[in-house]
């Protein structure tokens, strides 16, 4: 009691706002702070989210006013044979792009995680492709995947092998796109793996090391627990990035040869921009969204089974 | 305080709400307007498009012009977001092929009454952009047309007569095999006597189809009528130039090129005919190839000739005042002087008919003129990017061979239809 009574007459006496004011002082500064991000969120983010959500009902040309039709875009979108066909692609590419970014990523930070002279430049290097925009990329590519320039066919033409039409053959253009696709992206998902092995404690391998562990079950047995919130993190970021690629397909193919590499972002842009369909395209958008969101709670549902946060 | 803040931020919103709907004519009678055109950062026809504007501004002191440009594609897809925010030039250039997209969608303001105020027999392409109700949404600003391009130093090698007008398909084949050489005997081609494959069909298979008497959309261009035995004889030649008489580069190896790579297959001298708009003469005269062009052979059912007239656009919400001063403009673009500077950059067939008998080089004139003088158009309607996109999708399946002619038409028959239908028929979207 007379603690209590101590306590009351100190805080009595505290010429400091109570808690409560001086909570609701600080909540006011830190919406202020956050009002600049908040606005750019409502603005850029969440406006746009419900107008597309609105216009994905309607029958909207950008010209005339949005006519409301229910669910009727999703209706036609249902049967539209290319929304379908253009899933295919991008599911295909996703199978293609996903695992081997991913175990080559891991490999290139295994190589590139030693204490070495100069690892820094090919870390590095390995990273350029990254931050060159696609238009350059595509220079690149046409350099290695030209039919009849290319360093791939004379590759081939040195092993005795005929050329192949890379980006001109229905079969081959999205394992190319997926080949090119891993080169430009594998450096960003290289240096997640190598935080994520740069965060093993070292004792872990010593120990196992006196207890006589090999370097395959060092591998399996710490390396792939310890790295696996990092291969998580990296797998559902690949996956959402490729269910959205557009700009690759748009500068190095425009969807041919013959549709064959049109992915579902691209069909999207061409109702929207091009064919004066904005109310389907945002249907396609709100689809897409939904997909994207299913594959990545699955994703998080499955994590609990493999993942390790240690 | 906070009064004085209010009043200024209304006064802010008042003057800006103002600039924004300052569509009419001020006191003075000036008026403000947007004219927007496509063009690559620094390309000639940027430079020679503003001085343009600068002479009309000079001889129009009441109209004041703000430019819009930017490259084809960027320029028409900020265009359409424009129209959607209600913030689109109130005069434009269209790519012909687009002038009835936007228009039956509301966005253009009708032309044709303030045509009939000029003599139509001036000007070329005017009937070419007249859509099936009658009524006109753009007028010309330059055509495009294809010819038969021909290399004379390839022909004089080979000892192949020029291309006469009186050429067939059969002529064509015959002196492109001839001018087919594999000079370095690694058993492919390094110069192919013609190209019969472009991802652009307006050089490719649309005339072909056109001359073997086939068509590809009839009643106003609203029927889909590809899949036909003439259409698919045409694509069977092609097929056949590309395949067992080989005078002509495969799929494959057209598209493995690049983009802008397949334009300049004639004038880097890979091809020695080529089927060519008005436009091509440029890369070739750069790349200083001794060129000559001819008529476009005849097919069972003639040459097939096709045009696109590129065309000044007015926007239906710009203002009274606003679309006179447009109409201003595109009188003054059309006028002699104008016409003749824009013919200087040799990009396109000048739709004034003065101009074009006199400024076009002589060797080239007739073939150009005679071929826009017996061209249709490209099947333009209301959705014309979509049911060519999906129509060019299954033939250039046909013609990569990765399926057979006869499904490639069927299928691309069904699709393009379905699309004109979609919209014709005003069902969703």
């Keep these: 009691m007379t603690v209590l009574t101590r306590k009351a007459g100190k805080v009595a006496a505290?010429?400091?706002?109570?808690?409560?004011?001086?909570?609701?002082?600080?909540?006011?500064?830190a919406f202020a702070f956050a009002s600049p991000y908040l606005l750019h969120l409502v603005a850029l983010a969440a406006w746009p989210l419900l107008a597309s959500l609105f216009f994905s009902m309607t029958d909207y040309d950008l010209v005339s006013p949005p006519k409301f039709v229910g669910f009727g875009n999703f209706t036609r979108l249902f049967g539209d044979e290319v929304f379908w066909r253009t899933l295919g692609n991008t599911a295909y590419f996703a199978v293609l792009f996903v695992p081997t970014q991913t175990v080559l990523a891991l490999g290139l930070a295994i190589?590139?995680?030693?204490?070495?002279?100069?690892?820094?430049?090919?870390?590095?290097?390995?990273?350029?492709p990254v931050v060159s925009s696609w238009v350059v990329v595509a220079y690149v590519a046409d350099a290695v995947f030209n039919p009849?320039?290319?360093?791939?066919?004379?590759v081939l033409g040195f092993l005795g092998l005929p050329s192949e039409n890379w980006l001109q053959d229905p079969a081959l253009v999205i394992p190319t796109l997926a080949a090119v696709a891993v080169w430009k992206g594998v450096g960003y998902m290289m240096v997640l793996f190598l935080a994520g092995l740069q965060a093993i404690p070292e004792e872990r391998y010593e120990a196992a090391k006196i207890d006589g562990a090999s370097a395959w079950n060092r591998f399996r047995y710490i390396t792939l627990p310890g790295?696996?919130?990092?291969?998580?993190?990296?797998?559902?970021?690949?996956?959402?990035?490729?269910?959205?690629?557009?700009?690759q397909v748009f500068v190095m193919t425009d969807g041919g040869p013959h549709g064959a590499s049109e992915l579902t972002v691209l069909h999207l842009y061409r109702q929207g921009f091009q064919f004066f369909q904005m109310g389907y395209a945002s249907a396609i958008a709100w689809v897409l969204f939904v997909l994207v969101l299913a594959l990545t709670l699955v994703q998080f549902r499955l994590q609990r089974r493999w993942v390790h946060y240690a | 305080?906070?009064?004085?803040?209010?009043?200024?931020?209304?006064?802010?919103?008042?003057?800006?709400?103002?600039?924004?709907?300052?569509?009419?004519?001020?006191?003075?009678?000036?008026?403000?307007?947007?004219?927007?055109?496509?063009?690559?950062a620094g390309d000639p026809a940027d430079t020679t498009m503003r001085e343009l504007v600068k002479e009309f501004t000079a001889a129009n002191p009441s109209i004041k012009v703000q430019l819009e440009v930017a490259p084809y594609v960027k320029f028409f897809e900020k265009l359409r977001t424009e129209i959607a925010g209600g913030q689109a030039p109130q005069v434009w250039l269209s790519d012909g092929v687009l002038?009835?997209?936007?228009?039956?969608?509301?966005?253009?303001?009708?032309?044709?009454?303030?045509?009939?105020?000029?003599?139509?027999?001036?000007?070329?392409?005017?009937?070419?952009?007249?859509?099936?109700?009658?009524?006109?949404?753009?007028?010309?600003?330059?055509?495009?047309?294809?010819?038969?391009?021909?290399?004379?130093?390839?022909?004089?090698?080979?000892?192949?007569?020029?291309?006469?007008?009186?050429?067939?398909?059969?002529?064509?084949?015959?002196?492109?095999?001839?001018?087919?050489?594999?000079?370095?005997?690694?058993?492919?081609?390094?110069?192919?006597?013609?190209?019969?494959?472009?991802?652009?069909?307006?050089?490719?298979?649309w005339p072909i189809i056109k001359a073997f008497g086939g068509d590809i959309v009839t009643d106003g261009n609203r029927k889909v009528v590809v899949d036909s035995p003439q259409s698919k004889a045409a694509l069977d030649w092609m097929l056949g130039a590309m395949?067992?008489?080989?005078?002509?580069?495969?799929?494959?190896?057209?598209?493995?090129?690049?983009?802008?790579?397949?334009?300049?297959?004639?004038?880097?001298?890979?091809?020695?005919?080529?089927?060519?708009?008005?436009?091509?003469?440029?890369?070739?005269?750069?790349?200083?190839?001794?060129f000559g062009v001819a008529p476009m052979p005849k097919g069972p059912a003639g040459r097939g000739n096709v045009a696109i007239v590129n065309s000044w656009v007015v926007s239906k919400s710009a203002s009274p005042a606003q679309a006179d001063a447009a109409w201003k403009w595109i009188t003054f673009f059309s006028g002699e002087g104008p016409q003749r500077k824009w013919a200087e950059l040799g990009e396109a067939i000048p739709i004034n008919k003065k101009v074009a008998a006199t400024a076009l080089p002589a060797d080239r004139r007739q073939a150009f003129l005679d071929s826009l003088d017996a061209a249709t158009d490209l099947g333009v309607n209301a959705v014309w990017s979509e049911y060519t996109?999906?129509?060019?999708?299954?033939?250039?399946?046909?013609?990569?061979?990765?399926?057979?002619?006869?499904?490639?038409?069927?299928?691309?028959?069904?699709?393009?239809?379905?699309?004109?239908d979609r919209f014709y028929a005003g069902q969703t979207q």
């Design chain 1, 227 to 247: 790295i696996s919130g990092t291969t998580f993190l990296v797998l559902v970021l690949t996956s959402i990035e490729t269910l959205q690629s557009f700009e």
């Design chain 2, 389 to 420: 996109e999906a129509l060019s999708k299954r033939i250039s399946e046909a013609l990569s061979g990765a399926s057979p002619v006869d499904t490639a038409l069927a299928t691309g028959q069904k699709e393009a239809q379905e699309v004109i």
């Design chain 2, 243 to 290: 395949g067992k008489d080989g005078f002509a580069p495969d799929y494959a190896t057209t598209e493995g090129l690049g983009k802008g790579v397949v334009h300049t297959l004639f004038a880097t001298g890979r091809v020695a005919m080529s089927y060519g708009i008005y436009a091509r003469t440029l890369p070739a005269a750069s790349a200083g190839v001794d």
């Design chain 2, 99 to 205: 002038v009835q997209e936007f228009a039956a969608r509301g966005a253009l303001a009708d032309l044709t009454d303030r045509v009939k105020t000029v003599n139509a027999a001036d000007y070329s392409g005017i009937e070419l952009n007249r859509d099936a109700k009658g009524r006109i949404y753009g007028f010309p600003q330059g055509a495009q047309t294809p010819v038969l391009f021909y290399n004379k130093k390839l022909f004089a090698e080979a000892k192949v007569d020029a291309p006469t007008a009186d050429w067939t398909y059969d002529d064509l084949a015959a002196a492109a095999k001839k001018l087919t050489k594999d000079t370095n005997n690694d058993g492919k081609p390094d110069t192919y006597g013609f190209r019969a494959y472009s991802p652009g069909f307006t050089e490719s298979w």
């Design chain 1, 111 to 128: 190589a590139l995680n030693q204490r070495l002279r100069g690892m820094a430049l090919f870390r590095a290097a390995y990273f350029v």
């Design chain 1, 148 to 154: 009849q320039t290319g360093l791939a066919n004379q």
């Design chain 2, 1 to 40: 305080m906070r009064l004085r803040m209010l009043a200024t931020a209304a006064a802010v919103l008042t003057v800006a709400a103002t600039a924004a709907c300052g569509g009419s004519a001020d006191e003075s009678g000036a008026v403000t307007l947007k004219l927007g055109f496509y063009a690559a």
């Design chain 1, 14 to 29: 505290d010429p400091r706002p109570s808690s409560g004011r001086r909570h609701a002082g600080e909540r006011a500064w």
